[in-house]
């Protein structure tokens, strides 16, 4: 299984950046999918989800409606579209799997799956 994080980069404060993760070795179609962030000298934290038909989405309130996550399941992949970006958005961010099961959609530990990380840097 792979999950390959793209799109990351540098933007000015109040910018836009989207953000792609594409899966492989998995069926995509069965995985609730996921964005984390870790911020400079923070601990990892919750972005957004989208269930596995991507019918139920959630945001973490520091990015919401700022932040829209969307998946295309014919092309295995899931997207973070980031609008209005701030300069306490920088972080590295992942992108994560989970098959489902009892823990929240906002926790780590429903994920078995995650990419190695895309860097995205935001400047004032």
């Known amino acids: 299984v792979q999950l390959q994080a793209s799109g990351g980069g540098l933007v000015q404060a109040g910018g836009s950046l989207r953000i792609s993760c594409a899966a492989s070795?998995?069926?995509?179609?069965?995985?609730?999918m996921a964005w984390f962030r870790q911020g400079p000298g923070k601990e990892r934290e919750f972005v957004s989800s989208?269930?596995?038909?991507?019918?139920?989405?959630k945001y973490a309130d520091s990015v919401q409606g700022r932040f829209t996550i969307s998946r295309d399941n014919p092309k295995n992949t899931v997207y973070l579209q980031m609008d209005t970006l701030k300069p306490e958005d920088t972080a590295v961010y992942y992108c994560?799997?989970?098959?489902?099961?009892?823990?929240?959609?906002?926790?780590?530990?429903?994920?078995?799956?995650w990419g190695q990380g895309t860097q995205v840097t935001v400047s004032s």
């Open positions: 070795g998995l069926a995509f179609g069965l995985y609730d």
């Open positions: 994560a799997g989970g098959a489902g099961g009892s823990y929240s959609f906002t926790t780590p530990t429903r994920y078995g799956y």
């Open positions: 989208i269930s596995r038909s991507g019918r139920i989405t």
